[in-house]
């Protein structure tokens, strides 16, 4: 199969998983929609005040962390390659009246339709493993990103997927699957889907060779989501895994800002 089989196959996957999530316990819309913020520690302590800043929000499924950043002041567009995401993407900011761009488009094949750069661009939690190319991905990052402006992701730790059977380290072909999803009625969203392992090094250093200067990589040891087998919550909405008596990495961030043009190579 080529990339782009790969990619309409999980576009195809993610149309399938989107009402089921947007129906879910687990994203709990109405709490959304009453008032809560999607958003986890990790990003709010690490990003911080987002006010008036323009957002980039790359892989944004249904918009749920995308509105909650507008909530907090950001002007958000978000990018998704599901048609259904964006669709329900779009009808949750009108239930909550909120205002944002949803784009429907591959990571790829973004381009934005104003000018000017973002001053953030964000992504999040199981979001990179979908992308077969972690030097693409990049490029993307870099070119919609403001001389000085910050990227920011927080995402699964890929150790994790090491301790599930899957490779640490990218191979040319991806995992294809055939399963669930996630969610309390993944049942409901059986679809073959197709994913690529990166380590740690492969996304620092595609960051790196694109221009953005690392200024922070953490790790945690713990998910603030209950979302692989095994997890045990020890603190409120920290879910802790062990193996052989010890912590694993569930988690972990990279801040970086992408240079500015300048003869000090800032």
């Known amino acids: 199969m080529s990339s782009t089989d790969y990619l309409e196959l999980n576009r195809a996957g993610w149309d399938r998983r ?4 947007f129906e879910s316990r687990f994203y709990d819309v109405p709490g959304f929609l009453a008032g809560a913020s999607s958003l986890r520690e990790i990003e709010l302590a ?11 929000h790359l892989q944004c ?17 978000g990018v998704d390659l599901s048609p259904e995401s964006i669709r329900l993407a779009r009808e949750l900011a009108t239930q909550a009246g909120l205002e944002a761009e949803f784009v429907c488009s591959d990571v790829y094949g973004f381009r934005r339709a ?12 199981g979001a990179i ?21 910050i990227f920011y992701m927080v995402e699964f730790h890929p150790i994790y997927d090491l301790l599930a059977g899957y490779s640490y380290f990218t191979r040319p072909e991806p995992d294809i699957d055939e399963e669930g999803t996630y969610t309390e009625n993944g049942a409901d969203a059986i679809a073959r889907l197709a994913t690529w392992a990166h380590p740690l090094s492969s996304v ?6 694109a221009g953005i200067r690392i200024e922070r990589l953490n790790e945690f040891p713990f998910s603030p989501y209950d979302c692989f087998p095994g997890l045990v919550e020890k603190e409120p909405r920290r879910f802790y895994l062990e193996h052989g008596g010890q912590d694993v990495p ?4 990279v801040t970086g800002r992408r240079c500015r043009v300048g003869g000090d190579g800032t």
């Open 18 to 21: 989107a009402l089921a999530h």
């Open 46 to 56: 690490e990003l911080g005040d987002v006010a008036g800043k323009r957002m980039l």
């Open 61 to 77: 499924h249904f918009g749920l962390d995308t509105l909650s950043w507008v909530r907090r002041g950001a002007t958000c567009t």
């Open 114 to 125: 104003e000018a000017a750069p973002y001053d953030i661009v964000f992504t999040s939690y």
């Open 129 to 149: 493993c979908w992308l077969p190319d972690p030097d693409r991905w990049a490029a993307v990052i870099a070119e919609n990103l403001a001389p000085g402006g």
């Open 204 to 209: 620092v250093n595609a960051l790196v060779g």
């Open 250 to 253: 569930l988690v972990y961030s």
